[in-house]
């Protein structure tokens, strides 16, 4: 019988290439996530000019895509799934269905075929990222969860990356370049399937389901009223509301890429997509560079409170200054450098941390839906809040990554060098 002390003893797993290998299938995800969302909204434009495209349709198609509701709807039925069916079953047949949805945006001839390939592509990618989520922090080794985890977040900027760059070369082929891009995807979902497929369960959400009721073992039991304790619904308001107002800030600001383009930059597609991929790679390094190297070794509270001041000064340069080329060039090189070991990646990475094993990918589904749910309701107003005025609309964007770098900071948990056993352990015992 496994004794409470043994329990808190760190997994020792080796780092070995294998681990690496698996970080990367799973976090994939994250590559296909962003990739979908930057392809919808390059081809929308097309989309538009070819099939005559209302305003309130785009509204709906951004309202229910990859970035919003249909995302968030998958993630909460993903992340019950792959709790109670395990992380392997999920992560892998899911590809399948994201590369079905794919297909209906490669081969689109009218706006229903848009509609419903957004929404099952949104399906697929909200479900996926819990599963891929919870994997790599339960096979990562102990000390080294957010090195892993920062490989799933490089991934997410990569896709737009590489999606930015595709566009800007099929450009003169116009909708059929758009189709190529959405192909890429499709059939990296399909080899993803099978390279998946080779992949091992989580040992410990077995070992979490092979646990007896009269083991001892500080585990919850995996049901739905086990997430909603006392405790639990503290960590899922804290780690919901960070995130939450951090991605209300992410999703109304590209409306500034295109001001800070007509006003202070080239206008050509070239110049636009060149900036936009600095503003990723710069992001990527930041991620390399401080996240994965420092995430499990320093103060994570301190680690988190940096990157949300720097991103609140970025922001706020736009609503102080004239908007002029090296004031634009700040802003984008301290957003990128920011949010890059910020929000994006701690949500990740405490979100794995702070709940059970067997209930782990539940409640990342629950967060993930909450926020990408209000996000697309939140997107009905973007275009109201973007008439206040340029200035008035860079200071609302500094309050929502205020408020959300507080909650960050405020409530940041200290789980830097611990394994998971141990902060099941410390759950327990609180």
């Known amino acids: 019988m496994t004794t409470p002390d043994e329990l808190t003893q760190p997994v020792e797993v080796p780092e070995a290439k294998e681990d690496w290998k698996n970080t990367i299938l799973a976090g994939l995800a994250n590559y296909i996530d962003a990739g979908s969302i930057v392809a919808g909204s390059a081809?929308?434009?097309?989309?538009?000019?070819?099939?005559?495209?209302?305003?309130?349709?785009?509204?709906?198609?951004?309202?229910?895509?990859?970035n919003a509701i249909a995302a968030g709807v998958g993630a909460l039925i993903g992340g019950r799934l792959c709790d109670r069916l395990g992380r392997k079953k999920i992560y892998q047949y899911d590809m399948l269905f994201y590369a079905f949805g794919m297909l209906w945006l490669v081969f689109a001839m009218n706006a229903w075929m848009i509609v419903l390939g957004f929404f099952l592509v949104g399906l697929a990618v909200g479900a996926d990222i819990p599963a891929s989520w919870s994997l790599i922090a339960e096979m990562a080794p102990d000390k080294k969860r957010g090195k892993h985890s920062g490989v799933a977040q490089v991934l997410w900027y990569l896709g737009p990356v590489v999606v930015l760059l595709m566009f800007l070369v099929l450009e003169p082929l116009g909708l059929l370049g758009a189709r190529i891009v959405f192909a890429h995807l499709a059939l990296l979902a399909i080899g993803l399937t099978f390279l998946r497929s080779r992949m091992k369960e989580s040992q410990r959400w077995l070992e979490a389901q092979a646990k007896k009721p009269d083991d001892g073992a500080p585990f919850q039991r995996g049901k739905w009223r086990d997430l909603f304790t006392r405790q639990h619904i503290r960590s899922m308001a804290f780690l919901a509301g960070m995130y939450l107002f951090w991605n209300l800030w992410a999703g109304t600001n590209g409306f500034f890429f295109p001001y800070i383009l007509r006003t202070v930059g080239n206008q050509s597609q070239a110049m636009s997509v060149a900036i936009q991929a600095l503003s990723f790679l710069i992001g990527m390094a930041s991620i390399y560079f401080v996240f994965m190297k420092f995430s499990d070794r320093v103060n994570q509270r301190l680690l988190f409170g940096l990157?949300?001041?720097?991103?609140?000064?970025?922001?706020?340069?736009?609503?102080?200054?004239?908007?002029?080329?090296?004031?634009?060039?700040?802003?984008?090189?301290?957003?990128?450098?920011?949010?890059?070991?910020?929000?994006?990646?701690?949500?990740?990475?405490?979100?794995?941390?702070?709940?059970?094993?067997?209930?782990?990918?539940?409640?990342?589904?629950?967060?993930?839906?909450?926020?990408?749910?209000?996000?697309?309701?939140?997107?009905?107003?973007?275009?109201?809040?973007?008439a206040t005025g340029f200035t008035t609309l860079a200071w609302i964007l500094v309050g929502f990554l205020t408020i959300s770098g507080v909650i960050g900071f405020v409530w940041a948990p200290r789980n830097e060098g611990k394994s998971l056993e141990q902060l099941d352990a410390e759950r327990h015992a609180a």
């Open 43 to 66: 081809a929308l434009a097309l989309w538009v000019e070819a099939y005559g495209l209302s305003t309130d349709l785009v509204g709906l198609i951004g309202a229910f895509g990859p």
């Open 307 to 386: 990157s949300a001041l720097i991103q609140i000064v970025g922001m706020s340069l736009l609503a102080i200054f004239p908007l002029t080329l090296p004031v634009a060039l700040a802003h984008v090189f301290l957003m990128a450098f920011g949010q890059g070991f910020g929000a994006q990646c701690f949500f990740q990475l405490w979100s794995s941390e702070m709940f059970p094993t067997l209930i782990r990918s539940t409640a990342q589904g629950v967060m993930f839906a909450v926020v990408r749910i209000a996000l697309g309701a939140f997107s009905f107003f973007v275009p109201f809040l973007t």
